[in-house]
Nanobody, 114 residues
Framework: QVQLVESGGGLVQPGGSLRLSCVGS????????LGWYRQVTGKQREFVAD???????RYADSVEGRFSISRDNDKNAAYLELNSLKPEDTAVYYC????????WGQGTQVTVSS
């Protein structure tokens, strides 16, 4: 059974930082493209960032320069460093692993508010 478990979300003030983690079981992350998406209630889930098995990274324009994605295949984990957070970054953040199939975590809430 494949499981992806996110953690690290919370309430942070504008300009603050968070580090999200995603730990997988049931699959080996090393051969998967790993990504982060986010969703606001009533809106579509949107792409945030991903990292390919070889280390190539992509970011949404809205987070470029503020967020950083990384992976640790030995720990079967992916991370998303969120810096210079803005209120519009408030969302549930989901981890995903993609190869022939796509797997999702349950999400972790990030709230940016003063």
């Amino acid at each position: 059974q494949v499981q992806l478990v996110e953690s690290g979300g919370g309430l942070v003030q504008p300009g603050g930082s968070l580090r999200l983690s995603c730990v997988g079981s049931g699959i080996s992350f090393s051969s998967y493209r790993l990504g982060w998406y986010r969703q606001v209630t009533g809106k579509q889930r949107e792409f945030v960032a991903d990292i390919h098995s070889g280390g190539y990274t992509r970011y949404a324009d809205s987070v470029e320069g503020r967020f950083s994605i990384s992976r640790d295949n030995d720990k079967n984990a992916a991370y998303l460093e969120l810096n210079s957070l803005k209120p519009e970054d408030t969302a549930v953040y989901y981890c995903t692993a993609i190869r022939l199939s796509q797997f999702w975590g349950q999400g972790t809430q990030v709230t940016v508010s003063s």
